[in-house]
């Protein structure tokens, strides 16, 4: 019974990958990991499938990428995000980020209803997690989306009357979103070209994309030194590690267009025209466009 798929090649150029890290998933260090992120008893119930396996990483300089070579198989995944992550921790923190982010969010889907000049606009949340982005702004200004696969999530999401995509219904909404985002999704995924297929059949002509990751350039410096624990490089369920330069990359090698300086002024201007502004969200957008893994973009 194997858990894993493998990815020799790099994601993003297809390059074959360098290894520079291997140690058996069961190694006592990563053992010690695993207990205190899950919690002993929701490891027995997956230390079964590592055993056997090791946490490779590889990279590609040509990218500025790693990826973990085993990543778990949809039906691991599926057991992961849904039943060994404490959803009740994962709702709270949830919660604690729409209070401290809702003033901050709701003039970002201000910003994007300026923008469109439409008497309401469809966002979509895509891995929406407990939708606490979708429930911070308006909802006279938008029809707010979810595309999530937890079924714990998606339940919450319905009762908060958010509308809930899925691979079930997903045909029914080509070309219908003025804004997708993509918040903490990707260093997930051990599948780009099929989420960037769904991402642009889901999207108007005229649709602005927003993705962000973790920021991995530190690790990717020095990965010869990299520490088992959470972030950029996580076993098990960060399964990319981007720099600026491989996530601009990927985009750019999906045939989009990053959202120009020019631009981003043009539309906080025009958000202040109508009255409104928030220099902290300008001043992120400013500065999002330089460095950062967090990424505005659009078709060509
Ligand atoms: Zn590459």
Same mark, same amino acid.
């Not at 990543?71 to 995944?77: A, G, H, I, R």
């Not at 959803?87 to 889907?109: A, G, M, N």
């Not at 079930?168 to 780009?192: G, P, T």
């Not at 590690?241 to 999906?254: D, P, V, Y």
């Given at each position: 019974?194997?858990?894993? %798929?493998?990815?020799?090649?790099?994601?993003?150029?297809?390059?074959?990958?360098?290894?520079?890290? +291997?140690?058996?998933?069961?190694?006592?260090?990563?053992?010690?990991? =695993?207990?205190?992120?899950? &919690?002993?008893?929701?490891?027995?119930?997956?230390?079964?499938?590592?055993?056997?396996?090791?946490?490779?990483?590889?990279?590609? +300089?040509?990218?500025?990428?790693?990826?973990? $070579?085993?990543? !778990?198989?949809?039906?691991?995944?599926?057991?992961?995000?849904?039943?060994?992550?404490?959803?009740?921790?994962?709702?709270?923190?949830?919660?604690? $980020?729409?209070?401290?982010?809702?003033? @901050?969010? /709701?003039?970002?889907?201000?910003?994007?209803?300026? $923008?469109?000049?439409?008497?309401?606009?469809?966002?979509? +949340? *895509?891995?929406?997690?407990?939708?606490?982005?979708?429930? /911070?702004?308006?909802?006279?200004?938008?029809? !707010?989306?979810?595309?999530?696969?937890?079924?714990? @999530?998606?339940?919450?999401?319905?009762?908060?009357?958010?509308?809930?995509?899925?691979?079930?219904?997903?045909? %029914?909404?080509?070309?219908?979103?003025?804004?997708? @985002?993509?918040?903490?999704?990707?260093?997930?995924?051990?599948?780009?070209?099929?989420?960037?297929?769904?991402?642009?059949?889901?999207? @108007?002509?005229?649709?602005?994309?927003?993705?962000?990751?973790?920021? &991995?350039?530190?690790?990717?410096? +020095? !990965?010869?030194?990299?520490?088992?624990? $959470?972030? !950029?490089?996580?076993?098990?369920?960060?399964?990319?590690? =981007?720099?600026? *330069?491989?996530?601009?990359?990927?985009?750019?090698?999906?045939?989009?267009?990053?959202?120009?300086?020019?631009?981003?002024?043009?539309?906080?201007?025009?958000?202040?025209?109508?009255?409104?502004? %928030?220099?902290?969200?300008?001043?992120?957008?400013?500065?999002?466009?330089?460095?950062?893994?967090?990424?505005?973009?659009? *078709?060509?």
């Amino acid at each position: 019974m194997v858990a894993f %798929n493998k990815t020799h090649n790099c994601k993003i150029c297809n390059r074959e990958g360098v290894y520079f890290y +291997d140690e058996q998933f069961l190694s006592p260090r990563l053992t010690k990991y =695993f207990i205190d992120y899950y &919690g002993e008893e929701k490891f027995k119930l997956f230390i079964n499938k590592l055993e056997g396996i090791n946490f490779i990483l590889l990279k590609c +300089d040509n990218c500025k990428f790693i990826w973990q $070579k085993n990543s !778990p198989d949809d039906k691991f995944s599926y057991l992961l995000y849904e039943n060994l992550i404490d959803s009740d921790k994962s709702l709270e923190k949830s919660k604690l $980020k729409f209070v401290k982010d809702k003033f @901050r969010v /709701s003039h970002e889907i201000n910003l994007l209803f300026h $923008k469109f000049k439409k008497q309401k606009i469809n966002i979509l +949340d *895509f891995g929406a997690g407990w939708g606490h982005w979708l429930l /911070s702004g308006d909802k006279n200004k938008y029809n !707010p989306y979810a595309f999530e696969l937890s079924n714990k @999530r998606k339940n919450f999401l319905k009762k908060m009357e958010i509308n809930v995509i899925d691979f079930d219904n997903i045909n %029914n909404y080509k070309n219908c979103f003025h804004f997708i @985002r993509l918040d903490q999704v990707l260093e997930h995924l051990d599948n780009f070209n099929h989420i960037f297929k769904i991402l642009k059949k889901l999207a @108007r002509k005229d649709c602005i994309f927003f993705i962000s990751v973790p920021d &991995g350039s530190n690790l990717l410096k +020095d !990965p010869y030194n990299i520490k088992i624990q $959470k972030g !950029p490089i996580q076993p098990l369920e960060h399964l990319n590690c =981007f720099s600026r *330069f491989s996530l601009e990359k990927l985009i750019l090698r999906e045939n989009f267009q990053i959202i120009g300086l020019k631009e981003t002024i043009i539309m906080h201007f025009y958000y202040f025209l109508n009255g409104k502004a %928030n220099i902290s969200l300008f001043y992120n957008d400013v500065k999002n466009y330089f460095y950062s893994t967090s990424i505005k973009f659009k *078709f060509k």
